[in-house]
């Protein structure tokens, strides 16, 4: 059964599409079978995986309204991975399931259906705390929160700890932090450097130690609509996302062995 991994900040710009796209490309390169929902109206992640946003008549948009199934909307992208688009219909999503019962388990019913076909199922929240976000919540396992080493960053984190723990405490009990992740790091920024120490010292090990540098190969590829991995293999900011996935997958065996 697939891990469900919701990756989010309420903070925009922080490189969460990003990470999820990239990553999402990492862990299909290591012949794990991966699937990605995008839950941003802006449609980035399927841009950004290749996917003309405006030509689709089907997206998760049809998904969280009951009207097509997850596996009618699901598309293969050249990255290896599968995934179900959006564009800008989804913002009307919001407007039209006030009124419905259940509307925060929308996504979570939808993924029942085949979270069995996947190893890795993630979901690329938009950066605000909506309805479209608090079903990501409610559909995932945890939650990955990519974010940059600097002040603002941390006031950020705390709200959105305590968002994670009021999810927990309503609505999705196993939900848990997977781990938080240092983008954009510049390692000759002292204050980045003093974050990043914050970091480790109040979250220990849910700190990833696999940091993603700021990289003008991560920035362009998504202009050429594909993940860094297929834009430049070499580059420091595609070998920081294989290092992720890797790390990602050490730490589930780790915990599936613990188990048995």
């Not at 979270?115 to 950066?127: G, K, N, Q, R, V």
Request: charged share 20%; net charge neutral.
């Amino acid at each position: 059964m697939a891990r469900i991994i919701a990756v989010t900040n309420q903070k925009g710009g922080v490189g969460k599409t990003t990470t999820t796209v990239n990553l999402a490309a990492s862990l299909a390169a290591t012949k794990r079978k991966v699937l990605m929902v995008d839950l941003d109206p802006q449609g980035n992640a399927t841009m950004g995986s290749g996917v003309e946003k405006d030509r689709l008549t089907r997206t998760v948009y049809h998904v969280l309204l009951e009207q097509n199934s997850l596996a009618e909307v699901r598309v293969s992208t050249s990255a290896k991975y599968d995934l179900i688009p959006a564009n800008r219909d989804l913002a009307g999503a919001e407007v039209e399931l006030v009124q419905e019962m259940a509307r925060e388990w929308r996504l979570k019913k939808a993924l029942e259906s085949i979270a069995s076909e996947y190893d890795y199922i993630l979901l690329d929240c938009p950066p605000a705390l909506n309805l479209l976000t608090v079903n990501g919540l409610c559909a995932a396992h945890a939650v990955m929160i990519p974010m940059q080493c600097e002040y603002y960053a941390l006031e950020g984190l705390s709200d959105l700890v305590k968002t994670i723990k009021r999810v927990r405490a309503h609505l999705n009990p196993q939900l848990e932090i997977e781990g938080l992740l240092r983008t954009m790091f510049d390692p000759r920024n002292a204050l980045a450097q003093q974050v990043s120490a914050q970091l480790q010292q109040y979250f220990g090990d849910k700190v990833y130690r696999t940091v993603i540098p700021r990289n003008v190969r991560l920035a362009e590829a998504p202009s050429y609509g594909v993940p860094v991995l297929y834009h430049d293999k070499a580059s420091k900011g595609a070998q920081a996302y294989l290092a992720l996935a890797g790390e990602m997958i050490g730490k589930s065996e780790a915990v599936a062995a613990a188990g048995v």
